[in-house]
Structures are given as structure tokens and as C-alpha cells.
């Protein structure tokens, strides 16, 4: 398209680059939106999940006997009751439906139970009777010998530098934290399969793992798109889904299972904690020689989407730095502890962490600001990345960080006691609290990966209803919040020029649009949307809607949208055209510490991201806020307690996440350098920002304290106990 037919339909009312109203926006404000939890059928029963209390041990016995009795209870299932494929896996199938002779986490599904009220079924499911044998556990992913994938990047053959400087980090496991539990609705058809209502991020392979396992075509397993209360990867694996359509087909009447909160945290995957050692090494003036990393992955106890994750972690673990040399391993291990998968991120997350450091360490080391030693180092369009794959669209980092630098800083600490650490709560009159300012920088890929067969299908209708017409899309593309269905009308909109547009309910009757994942719907779906509007517009044959659609009645095309090929990385070197498209965010961050309590008060984010181009500037807006929120809570309060492969805060009491009060004012400037390979230009948004929030926020605390702090989430012990400073790890051409 060219930029004036661009610039014609940009400016369309409530089509492309407009802030068009959510369809579900008043029902979610009024609590009137029906989330998978608020499913309700005639004639249904309650299922529940009977989970293993340790990491690991054999399972000798299971006696069922006393949950039968309990009156009202109408089914116990054992993995002796599966009537199909007895394992699934979302890359690898090495998950059992439910434990067979051992149990690998705690939390694991041993049994189910199907009764007429939901207490019943949970507290039948209390009363089962396991024998476990307890064997060791295998909790420490260092001592792990099972590897899930060993992803090396070499390149260069120079690893001496007059600059070096060296770190060990480590990230906390993090959880998705979406406030709709785990939920769905399965029910018996007349054929003899199930349609299932779920809440879910990826229909089609739910369904292509879920119909092995049932002993069933996948004609015969129908999955429909409930309302989805959050997901951020962490409803892009199983859950519940096998579980009530075993319990459906046993009982022949329709099963509901909803997870509390409790149980939703041994119920979903979570983001893989990290153990990274890096060394970089540079000239005096601080361009980069070398870079040097070890970055180990704690898979848990099943493989879910560990080798995608951990191929991320590799391509992307230097960051978008220009460096000729670099010696890279990236390392999934399998552990006893919980399985560990998509999250919002997904592996670079870990590694910018780990490199942002480190080139703060750089700065210092060479006498440089933080935001100079990047510029000198920033990638640009034409550029390399440490993969070999040449970064062809704009990429223009370093004025990215200018942009940002430039942004005015917030006032000094104010007088008021409540915008202070712990001010609330009268804990401090300022005495102890410093300020500290903090940069980070991140770069995420966009869209599937490593040679993935990666698109997305789109069908849509144009017809008169009641004289005027009316455009129906549907695609089997999750809508969990981020606003897909938002984008699809708009596409419509644009594409047509028919302002009646109606998104259908996504289901597994129209061909598969892949995850609500890697930042991708609106690439490949809107991509979908976009060719087949194309392909209705031109059966207009130049007439007005209104006209054509009068003349040639109804008309309907589908499309498929694939972007470009994408190869695996090379097993030896780490080369490879592995990624899609880059995406950059830089973050500033303003932080109040009080140095003796340890509490720390984000004062201020500042953010500058390029998309490519915007199609909903408010919805942008929200993707980059809320990403940026999720990076402060890894950065600061968020992680899963666990010891000994057991969790030990699996509620919201005690897993803490950001609220409103947390969440700090935001300077956000958002560029548009289109990427000419994408649909309108656009660039995915979603994930960037939670990559380059964490390293801000805990450059920002070590500026204010003085500390090295290695590891996040940054707990108040580490600052309080510790304060009074430590070495950065700088040498003068020597490790540190």
C-alpha cells in the first residue's frame, strides 16, 4: 500500500490508527462480561483435580473407594480411565493426562472426580487414598543432568579486550498472575464427540493434543473461545481442558471445572527462572569486543515451550548490541519443581536482565553514562545480530535513547509523606530515602520462530442486513484482553469501507490463527483479515458495498496470511534467519529508596518504543503500560517462594503484584518506522517493554543505594542488610 493510500485510510472513523471503542470495553467495566468462570449449562456437574503433594515420588496405590461414597459424587478418574494417548506436550508430549507410576512436581494431576456440586467434588477428591513412595527431589537446575536443549552461539575468535567486565545474575520465577482462573465448560454431543468452552490462548492446539488423548478424531473435539480473564503464555498449555472431557464423555452430561486461585498456581506454567554469568569485554572507549555467556533455564518438570524459550535466550542474549565476537550457551534443564513455560517475554526477559547490567557495569568501567555506552554500541538497520541474521528494517536505537534521555525528569522528592517508600504507612520522614535514575534497553522478536510454520487464517462476509452492509470476521485468534477483536473490526473497516463490522465468536470451525502469543495477532491475524477484505473488495468489481453486495448478494472469501520464512538456529553455532521481525523498547526509571527499611518507590517510567505503525493509539498506550507494570513486579515484588520443589505463596496474599498504588506516572513517545515486510508496517508492541522495565528499575535502586544487586525481584533484606555498597566487577583487562 502506498503512504498516500495509507494516509487515506488512516484517517477513516474507528478504522486503522484509530482509538476504536472496545466491543467488550462497558461489559468488563460493569462486570456484566461473561468470563469461562461464569458458564452455565442445564444439567451440569462439577469436576475437581486430585494433585499430588511432592515434588517427586512413586505412586503404589490409588484407592478411589472413598470418594465414591460420599453421596452426590458420580465418577472417579485414574490414568487407568484415559481412553486415549496417555501423554500430550505442547512441543514435546511428555506430560501425562494424569500420573501413571510416578508423580515429577507437586501439584501434579493424579486423579478427577465429577460431582453434582463443586465442594463435593473437592472434597471427594480430599479423601482418595494415595500411597506415595517420596524419593530426593531434583530442585536445583545447577545439579540437574537431564537437558531439555543446549542452544550455543558462536562467532569471532577474539576474546581479549583492554575493558572487561564480568557478572552472575539471577532471576526469580515469576508468575503470570491473570485474575480469570483456569476454566471451561465440556459437553457430550450427539456424535460422540465434545464441544468445549475454554478459555484458552491457542484453539487448534488445544484441540490437536487434546483428541489423542480422548481417542477421538479432531473433527469430533470442538473447542469455542470463552471469556479469558488474562493469559500473558500462561493459558497456551493444558490445564483443565482433558480433564472435563474425560469427565463429559464417562458421564455422557455436560462437566465444568473452575480452578481457585490456589490451585490456579500448580494448575498453569510459569516464567523460567534464570542463573546467567556473563563477561564482556571492550575498548577503553567502550565499544564492544566480546561478549561471554552462560545463561541456565530451570525447565520444572515438563518440557511445555522450554526449547522455543531457551533458542530466544540464545539468539537474543547479548541484546541489540553490535558485537563480532561472542560465545553463547543457553540451557534448559528438566527439575522436580513446577513446569515452567510462555511468559510474556519468553527467555528474553532473563537475558536482558543479565546484559543491561552488564552494560551499566561497562559505563562504569569506561567512565561513560549508561545511555552513551549504548549509543555507542546500538544496533541499527543493517546491522548484525550475534545469529548472523541482518536486522532489515529500522532499528534506530540510538536515537531511541537520545529521545529518552532528553525527557524531562521528574521533580525532586516532594513533601508529601504519602509519595514516599512506605510513606503511607508513617515509616519515614525522608531521612533515609535516595533517589537513583536507571536505563535499560531490550529487543524482542515478533511472531514465531526457528523455521515455525507460522500464519493465521481469516474468513470473512459481506452482506446487506436490513439494507445495510454489514462485515462479519472470524478467526480462531484468542482475544485474552489484549484487543484483537478491536484490531479485526478496524482491518474491516478500513479494508471495506463498511462501517458495520461484527467479529465472531473464534472456534475451531475456521481454520487455526495460531497463539495469542510472541506479540503476534496482530501481524499474522491482522495480516489474515487485511488479504481476505482484499480478496471481497475486488468481487466489488469497482462498485460502491452498497451496490455490489445488491447486485452479487452475500459475498465470502477466506484467507490465509503466512509472513516470511523463518530456519532453525544452527545445533553447533547458533546461525541462522531464525526470527521474523525485532521490536526495541528503552525504559527510563526514577526511583525513591528508603536505604534503612529497604522499600523502594518507583516514582517515574519513561519510555520510548517503536511499532512500526499504530492501529489503536489508545490500546498501544495500554499494551505498553501494561507491560512495563509487569517488569516492575519482576524488578521488585514478584516471584514464586519455592523450597524444596514446593510452593509456598501460591495466593495472591502472598505472591504480590503490582496494584494502582505501585504503578508510577509514565512519559511514554512512541516512534513509527514502518517495517515494510510487515501488514500496514506495523511492529508487535506487546512484549517489549516488559523486557527493558526490569533492568531500569534495578539500575535505578543500585544508583540509589550503591549495591551490586544481582538478583531480581530485589527484596527490601537485600538493600536493608546489606547497604553500604560492594565492587561492580571491573577489571583493567583482567577478570573481576
Not at 503476534?520 to 477484505?533: E, L, N, P
Not at 506487546?686 to 530485589?714: F, H, Q
Request: charged share 20%; proline share 6%; net charge negative.
Amino acid at each position: 500500500m502506498t503512504e498516500t493510500a495509507y494516509t487515506t485510510l488512516h484517517g477513516a472513523e474507528q478504522g486503522v490508527g484509530a482509538s476504536a471503542r472496545r466491543p467488550d470495553a462497558t461489559l468488563k467495566v460493569t462486570g456484566e462480561f461473561a468470563y469461562a468462570s461464569d458458564l452455565w449449562l442445564d444439567g451440569m456437574v462439577w469436576g475437581a483435580t486430585l494433585r499430588s503433594p511432592h515434588p517427586s515420588a512413586w505412586i503404589r496405590s490409588i484407592d478411589v473407594g472413598p470418594a465414591l461414597k460420599i453421596p452426590g459424587v458420580l465418577t472417579v478418574l485414574t490414568h487407568e480411565d484415559v481412553p486415549g494417548a496417555k501423554f500430550y506436550g505442547l512441543e514435546h508430549k511428555d506430560q501425562p493426562v494424569l500420573a501413571i507410576d510416578q508423580v515429577r512436581y507437586q501439584g501434579e494431576p493424579v486423579a478427577l472426580v465429577a460431582a453434582d456440586h463443586p465442594e463435593t467434588a473437592r472434597r471427594a477428591a480430599e479423601v482418595i487414598v494415595v500411597e506415595y513412595e517420596v524419593r530426593e527431589a531434583v530442585t536445583d537446575p545447577r545439579e540437574s543432568e537431564e537437558i531439555v536443549r543446549h542452544q550455543p552461539v558462536r562467532r569471532g575468535d577474539t576474546f581479549e579486550a583492554e575493558v572487561v567486565v564480568t557478572g552472575e545474575y539471577e532471576v526469580g520465577m515469576q508468575d503470570q498472575a491473570f485474575l480469570g482462573p483456569e476454566s471451561g465448560l465440556a459437553v457430550p454431543a450427539e456424535d460422540g464427540g465434545v464441544d468445549l468452552y475454554i478459555a484458552t490462548q491457542w484453539l487448534h492446539v488445544d484441540r490437536d493434543q487434546l483428541a489423542p488423548c480422548l481417542g477421538l478424531p479432531a473433527d469430533k473435539v470442538r473447542l469455542t473461545l470463552s471469556g479469558v480473564g488474562g493469559a500473558f503464555g500462561a493459558r497456551e498449555d493444558l490445564s483443565m481442558q482433558v480433564h472435563a472431557c474425560m469427565l463429559a464423555l464417562r458421564l455422557n452430561r455436560p462437566v465444568k471445572i473452575v480452578y481457585g486461585r490456589e490451585e490456579s498456581f500448580f494448575g498453569h506454567v510459569h516464567r523460567h527462572p534464570a542463573w546467567m554469568r556473563y563477561e564482556h569485554g571492550a575498548t577503553r572507549d567502550g565499544k564492544l569486543v566480546y561478549v561471554k555467556a552462560d545463561i541456565l533455564l530451570d525447565g520444572g518438570a515438563y518440557c511445555s515451550s522450554s526449547l522455543a524459550v531457551v533458542g530466544n535466550a540464545a539468539s537474543l542474549g547479548v541484546g541489540p548490541y553490535e558485537v563480532e565476537n561472542v560465545r553463547v550457551d543457553a540451557t534448559g534443564v528438566y527439575t522436580n519443581n513446577p513446569p515452567c513455560g510462555a511468559m510474556r517475554g519468553f527467555g528474553a526477559v532473563q537475558a536482558c536482565f543479565a546484559y543491561e547490567s552488564q552494560m551499566d557495569k561497562l559505563a562504569e568501567a569506561c567512565g561513560l553514562s549508561p545511555v552513551e555506552v549504548r549509543v555507542r554500541n546500538a544496533v541499527s538497520q543493517g546491522s548484525h545480530l550475534i545469529t548472523g541474521q541482518v536486522i532489515d528494517s529500522p532499528a534506530p536505537l540510538a536515537e531511541m535513547l537520545r529521545e529518552l534521555e532528553a525527557m524531562p525528569l521528574p521533580p525532586a522528592a516532594p513533601a508529601d509523606l504519602r509519595s514516599m517508600p512506605g510513606g503511607v504507612s508513617q515509616t519515614t520522614h525522608g531521612e533515609s530515602v535516595r533517589r537513583g535514575v536507571g536505563y535499560g534497553v531490550g529487543i524482542k522478536n515478533i511472531c514465531f520462530s526457528e523455521g515455525f510454520d507460522d500464519y493465521s487464517t481469516a474468513r470473512v462476509r459481506a452482506e446487506l442486513i436490513g439494507g445495510e452492509p454489514h462485515v462479519t470476521v472470524h478467526t480462531a485468534a484468542a482475544e485474552v484482553g489484549q484487543g484483537l477483536v478491536t484490531i479485526q473490526a478496524q482491518i474491516a473497516r478500513t479494508e471495506l469501507g463498511i462501517a458495520n463490522v461484527t467479529v465472531a465468536t473464534a472456534d475451531t470451525s475456521v481454520g487455526s490463527a495460531g497463539s495469542s502469543s510472541a506479540s503476534r495477532q496482530s501481524y499474522v491475524t491482522g495480516g489474515a483479515v487485511k488479504a481476505a477484505c482484499e480478496a471481497v473488495r475486488e468481487r466489488f468489481n469497482g462498485l460502491s458495498p452498497e451496490e455490489a453486495l445488491e447486485k452479487f448478494g452475500p459475498i465470502e472469501e477466506t484467507r490465509e496470511y503466512r509472513h516470511r520464512p523463518t530456519y532453525p538456529m544452527d545445533p553447533r553455532t547458533g546461525q541462522g534467519d531464525s526470527h521474523t521481525q525485532l521490536a526495541l523498547c528503552v525504559h527510563r526509571a526514577v526511583v525513591d529508596v528508603d536505604v534503612e527499611l529497604g522499600l523502594v518507590k518507583v516514582v517515574e517510567l519513561a519510555a520510548v518504543q517503536d511499532v512500526g505503525r499504530i492501529l489503536n493509539p489508545q490500546a498501544l498506550e495500554g499494551q505498553i503500560q501494561g507491560g512495563s507494570a509487569q517488569g516492575l513486579g519482576l524488578a521488585l515484588m514478584e516471584e514464586i517462594q519455592i523450597r524444596d520443589g514446593r510452593v509456598l505463596n501460591p495466593s495472591f496474599t502472598d505472591y504480590l503484584i503490582p496494584t494502582i498504588l505501585d504503578m508510577p506516572p509514565m512519559r511514554m513517545k512512541i516512534l513509527e518506522n514502518a517495517d515494510p515486510a510487515a501488514p500496514y508496517g506495523l511492529r508487535g508492541a506487546g512484549e517489549p517493554p516488559t523486557l527493558s522495565s526490569t533492568p531500569a528499575i534495578a539500575a535505578a535502586v543500585r544508583a540509589a543505594t550503591g549495591l551490586r544487586l544481582t538478583r531480581v525481584p530485589i527484596r527490601p533484606e537485600d538493600i536493608a542488610l546489606f547497604n553500604g555498597g560492594s565492587t561492580m566487577g571491573v577489571s583493567d583487562g583482567r577478570r573481576a
